[in-house]
Nanobody, 115 residues
Framework: QVQLVESGGGLVQPGESLRLSCTASGFTFSAFAMTWSRQAPGKERELVALITREGSGTNYADSVKGRFAISRDNAKNTVYLQMNSLKPEDTAVYYC????????WGQGTQVTVSS
């Protein structure tokens, strides 16, 4: 059974940083590209970042390019999202998932950026 457990969210002020973690189980982690996405209230889910199976390639949404960095540790079945220079518009629930997206999602982790 696929399980995705996100953690690391919180309340921060604009300009601060957070590091999100997602531990996966129930599938061969190293066989899949992984993503972080986010969903703010009343908005559609937005794909934020993607990392290839080996971690050699990454892609980012324009809205986070240069501020966020995705990485992974295949030995730990974990994908990370380092978020720097956070802005109020980054406020959302953040989710990880394999790519292409499976139907099962974790509970997400709330990130709130507010002064």
């Amino acid at each position: 059974q696929v399980q995705l457990v996100e953690s690391g969210g919180g309340l921060v002020q604009p300009g601060e940083s957070l590091r999100l973690s997602c531990t996966a189980s129930g599938f061969t982690f190293s066989a899949f590209a992984m993503t972080w996405s986010r969903q703010a209230p009343g908005k559609e889910r937005e794909l934020v970042a993607l990392i290839t199976r080996e971690g050699s390639g990454t892609n980012y949404a324009d809205s986070v390019k240069g501020r966020f960095a995705i990485s992974r540790d295949n030995a730990k079945n974990t994908v990370y999202l380092q978020m720097n220079s956070l802005k109020p518009e980054d406020t959302a629930v953040y989710y990880c998932n394999r790519w292409p997206w499976g139907t099962l999602w974790g509970q997400g982790t709330q990130v709130t950026v507010s002064s």
